[in-house]
């Protein structure tokens, strides 16, 4: 499992580049108009329940516009809170503050969204049960929102192709299963292996195989605790395939040691935050 730490120049650059993709190529037109004289102190509010994550993103995009702005956090990354709690207070120039808003909540929201999201299936699962991210992330952010997975009490499941062997359905359709499977083991180097199952039978045919885990795709919940019951004596067992918040409970009961959900990732919904005087 790969996990990711965040360095304070890779969150400067990423800051540095969503504040370019908004300034370029004449800086705020709008906020210009209001001269850059008057001090104002704003007060950053979640308007939800949230597990908030992306302040030292908020903090770098007012710094780098203005690095006399104040940016007072009252909650760090990873903590929950309650609708109306109070994240940070903001002072400085008021249109330095206002030309690094948008991008300063678009990293608080989206990061928070995804830890929110991640965290309410880490309650339903339980703690016998893991909650694991995938690769199905927005490109180029996928180290962003693995970071904020981890926040919501989530682990991260492999970080690119290279991190482990992941035999999935269009490589068994496109060899044997036992033949593909028998080459990753010869090559595997210190690489996880993991197979994807889709049904009994494929298990059936790759039990005693040296592998590490077993991924049981879409398969109803009888047919899961079966797969989980014959696996569990040689593998990790792993589930996946249209897993939600209605069904995550009964996933976890199979004994299944986690579950990979591509939606905390790619459909996690924004957290709203509020700048108010």
Same mark, same amino acid.
């Given at each position: 499992?790969?996990?990711?730490?965040?360095?304070?120049?890779?969150?400067?650059?990423?800051?540095?580049?969503?504040?370019?993709?908004?300034?370029?190529?004449?800086?705020?037109?709008?906020?210009?108009?209001?001269?850059?004289?008057?001090?104002?102190?704003?007060?950053?509010?979640?308007?939800?329940?949230?597990?908030?994550?992306?302040?030292?993103?908020?903090?770098?995009?007012?710094?780098?516009?203005?690095?006399? *702005? @104040? /940016?007072?956090?009252? !909650? #760090?990354?990873?903590?929950? &809170?309650?609708?109306?709690?109070?994240?940070?207070? $903001?002072? +400085?120039?008021?249109?330095?503050?206002?030309?690094?808003?948008?991008?300063?909540?678009?990293?608080?929201?989206?990061?928070?969204?995804?830890?929110?999201?991640?965290?309410?299936?880490?309650?339903?699962?339980?703690?016998?049960?893991?909650?694991?991210?995938?690769?199905?992330?927005?490109?180029?952010?996928?180290?962003?929102?693995?970071?904020?997975?981890?926040?919501?009490?989530?682990?991260?499941?492999?970080?690119?192709?290279?991190?482990?062997?992941?035999?999935?359905?269009?490589?068994?359709?496109?060899?044997?299963?036992?033949?593909?499977?028998?080459?990753? *083991? @010869? /090559?595997?180097?210190? !690489? #996880?292996?993991?197979?994807? &199952?889709?049904?009994?039978?494929?298990?059936?045919? $790759?039990? +005693?195989?040296?592998?590490?885990?077993?991924?049981?795709?879409?398969?109803?919940?009888?047919?899961?605790?079966?797969?989980?019951?014959?696996?569990?004596?040689?593998?990790?067992?792993?589930?996946?395939?249209?897993?939600?918040?209605?069904?995550?409970?009964?996933?976890?009961?199979?004994?299944?040691?986690?579950?990979?959900?591509?939606?905390?990732?790619?459909?996690?919904?924004?957290?709203?935050?509020?700048?108010?005087?």
């Amino acid at each position: 499992m790969s996990q990711i730490k965040l360095s304070n120049n890779f969150v400067r650059n990423s800051v540095k580049f969503a504040l370019n993709e908004d300034l370029f190529p004449s800086g705020d037109i709008t906020s210009k108009l209001i001269g850059n004289k008057k001090i104002i102190k704003l007060k950053l509010i979640s308007r939800q329940d949230a597990v908030i994550g992306g302040l030292l993103f908020a903090k770098f995009a007012f710094s780098i516009i203005d690095k006399k *702005i @104040k /940016f007072v956090t009252k !909650k #760090k990354d990873g903590h929950f &809170v309650k609708k109306n709690t109070l994240i940070a207070t $903001i002072e +400085g120039k008021a249109q330095n503050i206002l030309i690094a808003e948008r991008v300063a909540l678009n990293f608080l929201s989206h990061i928070s969204g995804i830890a929110t999201k991640t965290n309410k299936f880490v309650k339903l699962a339980g703690k016998g049960c893991k909650i694991c991210c995938t690769r199905k992330t927005i490109p180029n952010l996928r180290v962003i929102q693995k970071y904020a997975v981890k926040l919501g009490g989530g682990i991260n499941h492999r970080f690119n192709l290279s991190d482990e062997y992941l035999i999935k359905d269009n490589h068994i359709a496109s060899s044997k299963i036992k033949k593909i499977v028998a080459l990753a *083991i @010869k /090559f595997k180097k210190g !690489k #996880k292996i993991t197979v994807e &199952v889709d049904n009994l039978d494929q298990l059936k045919q $790759i039990i +005693g195989l040296k592998f590490d885990c077993v991924l049981f795709d879409n398969m109803s919940i009888k047919n899961l605790k079966q797969g989980v019951k014959i696996a569990k004596k040689y593998y990790e067992t792993e589930a996946s395939g249209n897993i939600n918040i209605n069904t995550i409970k009964s996933i976890a009961s199979t004994g299944v040691n986690r579950v990979s959900i591509g939606s905390i990732t790619h459909s996690a919904a924004a957290i709203d935050f509020k700048l108010e005087y």
